[in-house]
């Protein structure tokens, strides 16, 4: 009973290009939500975060929207660059719980 | 030096076997995580411990036990090992139980167990 879903397994993009990732959710406790990225290999690293009680969050080229109504959320990279190439992974937590998404790979074409 | 580190990398074992993979974080955090990312590539939870109290315990085998000697350790104890148990296990840690805040999970690189 996935509660975070990435229906998109892979993305690919252009450099310089947008990357839109796209994530939904069903459980309208979800209070706090996250993106990470993951290189092969490694563990995934926090990337960018946003609380329910706000609809947007910038930080440099990554933007997360949140559409509390609709339970959906997503990231923007602009611009896209040969080193954003990785699976990035929604989260969205409930109290002490952090329930994760399946992951989308970015792959950004030279 | 590592914030989250996580040994072995690696572990190919036979089916039966007992194994334990073993965790430390050094950035003063309260509360450690042990995740399992199976086949579908899922992050899922298993164990949450704060302070060394155990806060969470999804439904996860009796086999699976977690040990949590002081708050900068967390190490997971698998008895019987099974083929569905191959996966990666990935340890994590939190400055404190709540999320929000700016408070986010470190990940440690993860550990590859292969039961055969």
């Known amino acids: 009973d996935q509660q975070v879903k990435q229906n998109s397994p892979s993305l690919s993009v252009q450099e310089g290009r947008i990357s839109i990732l796209n994530c939904d959710y069903t459980?309208?406790?979800?209070?706090?939500f996250l993106w990470y990225k993951k290189y092969p290999a490694e563990g995934p690293t926090f990337l960018i975060s946003?609380?329910?009680?706000?609809d947007k969050n910038e930080d440099g080229r990554f933007t997360v929207f949140l559409n509390k109504s609709a339970k959906h959320l997503s990231l923007h990279i602009v611009p896209s660059q040969p080193g954003d190439s990785a699976v990035y992974f929604c989260?969205?937590?409930?109290?002490?719980?952090?329930?994760f998404g399946a992951g989308t790979t970015v792959t950004v074409r030279a | 030096d590592t914030a989250v580190s996580q040994t072995p990398k690696y572990l190919v074992t036979q089916m039966g076997n007992d194994k334990s993979i073993k965790c430390e974080q050094n950035?003063?955090?309260?509360?450690m995580y042990w995740y399992k990312q199976d086949s579908k590539k899922f992050l899922k939870i298993m164990f949450s411990?704060?302070?060394?109290?155990?806060?969470i315990n999804e439904t996860v085998p009796n086999r699976f036990s977690p040990k949590s000697p002081d708050k900068a350790h967390l190490n997971l104890h698998i008895n019987s090992l099974e083929l569905g148990d191959s996966a990666v296990y990935f340890c994590?840690?939190?400055?404190?139980?709540?999320f929000g805040s700016g408070n986010t999970i470190y990940f440690g690189e993860g550990s590859w167990l292969t039961v055969v």
């Open positions: 994590a840690s939190s400055h404190n139980r709540a």
């Open positions: 459980n309208s406790m979800f209070d706090y």
């Open positions: 946003i609380s329910s009680i706000k």
């Open positions: 989260a969205a937590s409930e109290g002490y719980k952090l329930s």
């Open positions: 950035l003063g955090h309260d509360t």
């Open positions: 411990y704060n302070n060394k109290e155990l806060i």
